[in-house]
């Protein structure tokens, strides 16, 4: 990752920007929405390798600013929402994009009687929290 990092910055002008934008793996519920609650049927399972992903590109962004490439302009985070008419159509979205993640069958089920518990109109969303930060590319 530093590698491209350093690739980033040499094809930046001075004072350029760079982006960081992405998903944090760590403790993405399952809920189901009704009209008067929502309610938690469990969380989906990470692969450990996506935490060290998370934690190799802090460390890698972190190296970059302490070579003087960047420098950390802003920080943010946000809330990212998926939503779903159906369990069967969560699971087959996860299966299909998210190979690092599990949707395990214990919370399958759960998730099943709250729907059918909580009645009509009922969805299954899902959420990760995204980090966002602004770098400006340092030197000449």
Same mark, same amino acid.
């Given at each position: 990752?530093?590698?491209?990092?350093?690739?980033? /910055?040499? =094809?930046?002008? +001075? !004072?350029?920007?760079? @982006?960081?934008?992405? +998903?944090?793996?760590?403790?993405? +519920?399952?809920?189901?929405? !009704?009209?008067?609650?929502?309610?938690?049927? !469990?969380? @989906? $399972? &990470? %692969?450990?390798?996506?935490? =060290?992903?998370?934690?190799?590109?802090? =460390?890698?962004?972190?190296?970059?600013?302490?070579?003087?490439?960047? %420098?950390?302009?802003?920080?943010?985070? *946000?809330?990212?929402?998926?939503? /779903? #008419? &159906?369990?069967?159509?969560?699971?087959? *979205?996860?299966?299909?994009?998210?190979? #690092?993640?599990?949707?395990?069958?214990?919370?399958?089920?759960?998730?099943?009687? @709250?729907?059918?518990?909580?009645? $009509?109109? &009922?969805?299954?969303?899902?959420? =990760?929290?995204?980090?966002?930060?602004?770098?400006?590319?340092?030197?000449?």
């Amino acid at each position: 990752m530093v590698h491209a990092l350093r690739e980033i /910055w040499r =094809a930046l002008t +001075p !004072g350029g920007l760079l @982006l960081d934008l992405r +998903p944090l793996s760590a403790n993405m +519920p399952v809920e189901v929405l !009704g009209v008067e609650r929502a309610a938690v049927a !469990g969380y @989906l $399972d &990470t %692969a450990p390798e996506a935490y =060290a992903d998370d934690r190799a590109a802090d =460390a890698a962004m972190a190296t970059v600013e302490r070579d003087g490439l960047f %420098a950390r302009e802003r920080d943010g985070a *946000f809330d990212f929402l998926w939503y /779903w #008419d &159906t369990p069967e159509e969560m699971q087959a *979205f996860i299966a299909e994009k998210w190979t #690092d993640t599990h949707l395990s069958e214990e919370v399958l089920v759960q998730t099943r009687r @709250l729907m059918a518990d909580t009645g $009509d109109n &009922t969805r299954v969303r899902t959420s =990760a929290n995204v980090i966002i930060s602004r770098w400006r590319r340092l030197g000449r």
